[in-house]
């Protein structure tokens, strides 16, 4: 793999905006930024006081689709077909509405206030990620 300098920048600014996101959430909404929550509001119908949510996900999905266009994401490979992202799809929403939250609104905000239920969870994604690796690059067949 060859050390792509830009892609470090693109990452700064990618993490900068999601932090920048996250506390303008919480000090305009006093809300704690989280995803799955988000979205899961959205599917039951109910868009937030003042459509907080609606703005947040429809944010989150414009910024990916202006990012694809302008030439800042890579292009996409899908090696497991769009079947595998739709099972890891359901599978992640299983896991984020099991423990209370997705990576964003624990890794970002439940870690930002110590929270230490936000912690366990961070371990319990992370070994999870790792071992998926594992397991799809030395036992998937590939």
Not at 15 to 22: E, R
Not at 112 to 134: D, E, H, K, P
Request: aromatic share 6%.
């Amino acid at each position: 793999m060859v050390f792509d300098p830009q892609a470090v920048w693109k990452a700064l600014a990618g993490g900068a905006l999601i932090g920048l996101a996250s506390a303008a959430l919480l000090l305009l909404q006093g809300r704690v930024a989280g995803v799955s929550g988000a979205v899961k509001g959205l599917l039951t119908g109910d868009a937030g006081p003042g459509g907080w949510r609606a703005g947040f996900v429809g944010g989150l999905l414009v910024a990916g689709v202006l990012a694809a266009v302008s030439g800042w994401l890579p292009a996409l490979a899908l090696p497991g077909g769009w079947m595998l992202v739709g099972v890891a799809g359901l599978l992640t929403g299983l896991g984020a509405g099991l423990a209370n939250g997705c990576t964003s609104g624990h890794g970002m905000c439940g870690l930002s206030n110590l929270s230490q239920r936000s912690g366990v969870a961070i371990v319990i994604f992370m070994l999870t990620a790792g071992l998926t690796v594992y397991v799809a690059r030395h036992w998937g067949g590939s």
